[in-house]
């Protein structure tokens, strides 16, 4: 079984501050996506990498995959109170089953105004 | 665009009961169905996936099931509902190796 762990779990940021959260596996994965969810909302996907190495950047957020696409990171620049919510993130196996991902079980942002 | 339908948003019943929730999904053919339980705002709990009508797979035993009756209609359903059943259900419809997730319903059982 594959396991994605997230890390912080929690984290409490004046609005303004810049934050790195992360997501570690010692299992590779073909690709990895980065869902944010909202309090009684579906998760919404921001971003899927695919490549080890690879960033992409979605205005304020920053998203990068691993050379041996074992882990990732999102790094949010000045972070808003807009910005809050449950990071997620999933990895597609490589095993080839392109069914199912392995979901962490998030980090919680809240940016304070 | 494809859209993803649960119904209902929320939902109390009292224990023993019966459950059923709906998710339909617009705008796209032979997607990849998943049902999802979420608790306490944290991680997803995979419960069931299909990949086509009739096609079922279970990843966690429990007393829920599940039924693909067409081919953008995902179900998930009890015959007797535990105090353990209460959560937040997702569903999610996928093409290739993104999954997109409705609205949830929020079940409360009592």
């Known amino acids: 079984t594959q396991l994605l762990e997230q890390s912080p779990q929690f984290l409490s940021i004046q609005e303004g501050e810049n934050l790195t959260v992360y997501c570690n596996s010692s299992?590779?994965?073909?690709?990895l996506q980065w869902y944010r969810q909202e309090p009684g909302e579906g998760p919404v996907l921001l971003v899927t990498?695919?490549?080890?190495?690879e960033v992409k950047k979605l205005k304020r957020l920053t998203f990068q995959f691993g050379d041996a696409r074992k882990d990732s990171s999102l790094h949010i620049t000045a972070a808003q109170p807009g910005d809050t919510g449950l990071y997620l993130c999933a990895g597609e196996d490589s095993g080839g089953s392109n069914y199912k991902l392995t979901f962490g079980k998030g980090t919680l942002l809240t940016v304070n105004p | 665009s494809q859209t993803i339908h649960q119904w209902p948003a929320t939902l109390v019943q009292p224990v023993g009961s019966p459950l059923s929730l709906e998710c339909t999904v617009e705008?796209?053919?032979?997607?990849?169905l998943y049902w999802y339980r979420q608790a306490a705002g944290r991680g997803l709990q995979l419960l069931f996936y299909?990949?086509?009508?009739?096609?079922i797979s279970s990843e966690v035993p429990q007393n829920l099931s599940a039924s693909r009756p067409q081919d953008r209609q995902f179900i998930l359903s009890s015959k007797k509902l535990l105090l353990s059943d209460s959560g937040f259900y997702l569903c999610?419809?996928?093409?290739?190796?993104?999954?997109?997730f409705g609205p949830g319903t929020r079940l409360t059982v009592l």
């Open positions: 299909s990949v086509g009508i009739g096609q």
């Open positions: 705008g796209t053919s032979n997607p990849n």
């Open positions: 990498v695919v490549t080890g190495g």
């Open positions: 999610a419809w996928s093409q290739v190796n993104e999954q997109f």
């Open positions: 299992s590779v994965f073909s690709s």
